[in-house]
DNA sequence: GTCGCTGCAAAGTCTTTGCAGAGAG
DNA sequence: CTCTCTGCAAAGACTTTGCAGCGAC
């Protein structure tokens, strides 16, 4: 289904150039890089999972103890990253909200409603349908979510 | 795909088979039927919304405010009816859920960037694929939710 | 009468904000 | 140097819980 670059040196290249463009955003908006915030892109860079603040705090705590990253400082970055959409939050039945960087390759998400995890899908046919209902009602789209909210198969057999 | 029922008699006639299986539900429980927990499901029912458990209190206080329904019942009920799968709730970008009555059919949303304009629409081939989508990862599909977001045809010719 | 239900208020979560010192540009 | 950031702790927003009296069955 997605592609996934796997490969370190593509994955490298990749977080350079994700670097750059936060930079980039940074100066435009007079703002300042601090390691803190790019502690926090490359965290969220490397984790393959969608993460609550609390978890992506938790991580940074375990790979950088030394910063004493405060988690208001990571609830602040990430409304930074997501007002310039470079993350995307998701939120699901459960209580808070999950992050990804919106850099990824474009995908759906099926929530389950009982434990929060959340699988990624990607379907031609709902793209293609996409496309034409937008056509038919005159609209150029741009973009779009869409979140199926359910029961995961470990949460049926619980 | 969904029939919806107009005709105020149909509406009628759902309502009470509604309170029926209701109060069946409560019986298997050894539950009680009381008056609160007919006003919020009745309330539920009557909104042609997405209702979060604040919104759905204040109307209740205002169709009923000899009741004085605390919030603290609407958050029980309302986890109550989840339970049951009466009552299905979704969570948004902003903080808090909404609920709305599980029977109820839902549509999706076209949302202009430019004007803001929401048109609602409903496509069959893209329910079916999602449910399609979701019984091949192993879930229970219970809801979904996806905004197509473009511009729309008048804000075009602009 | 019994046992679940309710409103109230207190306690929990999760998130945001105010502030004074630290640090990037 | 200036002006933004940060950590901390306090404040907010939303939800759950404990309790004593109330009410359905």
Chains 1, 2 share one sequence.
């Not at 919106?102 to 929530?111: E, F, Q, R, S, Y």
Request: proline letters at 1%; aromatic letters at 8%.
């Amino acid at each position: 289904m997605t592609k996934v670059t796997t490969d370190f040196n593509d994955r490298t290249i990749e977080y350079e150039q994700l670097l750059i463009d936060f930079k980039t955003l940074l100066k435009k908006n007079s703002l300042k890089f601090t390691i803190q915030r790019e502690v926090i892109l490359e965290t969220l860079y490397k984790s393959d999972e969608h993460l609550t603040p609390e978890s992506l705090h938790h991580l940074i705590q375990e790979k950088f103890p030394d910063l004493k990253t405060g988690i208001a400082t990571v609830y602040r970055t990430l409304s930074l990253l997501e007002d310039s959409n470079m993350v995307t939050s998701l939120s699901f039945g459960a209580q808070g909200k999950k992050y990804e960087l919106g850099a990824k390759n474009h995908h759906d998400h099926l929530i389950c409603t009982e434990c929060g995890s959340i699988t990624e899908f990607v379907d031609e046919q709902i793209e293609d349908r996409q496309h034409h209902i937008a056509d038919e009602l005159g609209f150029i789209m741009k973009d779009h979510s869409m979140q199926i909210y359910g029961i995961c198969s470990s949460c049926q057999s619980k």
